[in-house]
């Protein structure tokens, strides 16, 4: 199984941009679905973007849209999740999530539902404050 982690996270002041990576360690994302998921200090968890590597599709919730954009690298051992214009509602901890998905079923809004991944990272903590 697949393990992530992930890095990037910061202090950042507000209207400043941040990219986020994920890491497979000892592992590539071929044939995965991989999404961006956020918690902020008191709330629940909720999804930010997401792709499915196989096949090169991101997807993303509506504030996220313009602002935030999802990739990989050439050897789709990393997805980044690029956040720029970012305010105060952005803080929070952000976590990847994988499941190998050759059926390539986990697509659209499915990319930013948590229960369809089933390995986690750490997470990492980005702060928006002035």
């Known amino acids: 199984q697949v393990q992530l982690v992930e890095s990037g996270g910061a202090l950042v002041q507000p209207g400043g941009s941040l990219r986020l990576a994920c890491a497979a360690r000892?592992?590539?994302?071929?044939?995965?679905?991989v999404g961006w998921f956020r918690q902020a200090p008191g709330k629940d968890r909720e999804g930010v973007s997401g792709i499915h590597v196989g096949l090169d599709l991101p997807y993303y919730e509506d504030f996220a849209k313009g602002r935030f954009a999802v990739s990989t690298d050439r050897g789709k051992t990393l997805v980044y999740l690029q956040m720029n214009n970012l305010n105060s509602e952005d803080t929070g901890v952000y976590y990847c999530a994988a499941r190998r998905n050759p059926q390539q079923t986990v697509v659209n809004s499915a990319l930013t539902n948590p229960e369809m991944f089933n390995t986690w990272g750490q997470g990492t903590l980005v702060t928006v404050s002035s």
């Open positions: 000892g592992h590539t994302f071929d044939d995965y679905a």
